[in-house]
């Protein structure tokens, strides 16, 4: 089955700066990629998807980056600000059945 | 806009009763998944159903039942609770099956 690698686990960075977290799937039949961003004790929220015929994907400050011959994909947040800590899980799957989640990132932006 | 309602927020049992949780999918969102979190774990996937019928299984155990009901809302039936089921449970909705997820705001399952 399909096996989501997620780096790194903590990541600490001052506000302004870029954070990139990565990670790598197993199963090359995975199409859909959607990074979740889950506060604590709250729901995971969706915050950008991308589709395997697509290679990079913008909204705003987050960009998500997707090499399917690699087999991985980055979530990229420019001028990170204080609200954007949280723990953020990215995510594959065969159009967009079940999410195999990987193990998470939890990104501290100090101000 | 409507989201997904889960029901009840927080849940306490003692070990070996049983629970049900609820989910109640966005309007005319027709597929439903069902996550576990256990604390400072990503979500697991446990079962999902598809216009009513159970479309896969993931790692659910033998004492968890679910089913989808023809208003499409869903339950998660968990017997002869165990220490080890105390997690988050969300239920996520979809307008089909190949389609993006939204969460709903989880279940605080704790057993004493």
């Known amino acids: 089955g399909e096996n989501v690698e997620q780096h790194p686990s903590t990541l600490s960075v001052q506000e302004g700066d870029s954070a990139v977290i990565k990670c790598t799937y197993s199963?090359?039949?995975?199409?859909?990629f959607p990074w979740y961003k889950q506060e604590l004790g709250k729901r995971p929220q969706l915050i950008i998807d991308i589709r395997s015929n697509v290679g990079e994907k913008k909204d705003q400050r987050i960009a998500v980056t997707l090499n399917k011959t690699a087999k991985h994909f980055s979530l990229h947040i420019t001028e990170t600000q204080p609200e954007d800590s949280a723990v953020y899980f990215c995510a594959a799957s065969y159009n967009t059945d079940k999410l195999i989640f990987g193990t998470g990132t939890r990104l501290q932006v100090f101000p | 806009a409507a989201g997904v309602i889960q029901s009840p927020r927080h849940l306490i049992k003692e070990k070996r009763e049983t629970a049900t949780l609820k989910c109640y999918p966005i309007p005319r969102h027709d597929t439903v998944y069902w996550y576990q979190q256990g604390p400072g774990q990503d979500p697991q996937f446990l079962i999902s159903?598809?216009?009513?019928?159970?479309?896969d299984k993931g790692s659910i155990p033998d004492r968890f039942s679910a089913q989808q009901f023809s208003d499409y809302h869903s339950e998660l039936n968990m017997s002869s609770l165990e220490l080890g089921d105390s997690a988050l449970y969300f239920c996520?909705?979809?307008?089909?099956?190949?389609?993006?997820?939204?969460f709903g705001p989880g279940t605080r399952l704790t057993v004493l």
């Open positions: 199963d090359s039949a995975s199409n859909y």
């Open positions: 159903f598809y216009e009513k019928m159970q479309s």
């Open positions: 996520a909705s979809s307008p089909s099956a190949a389609d993006t997820q939204y």
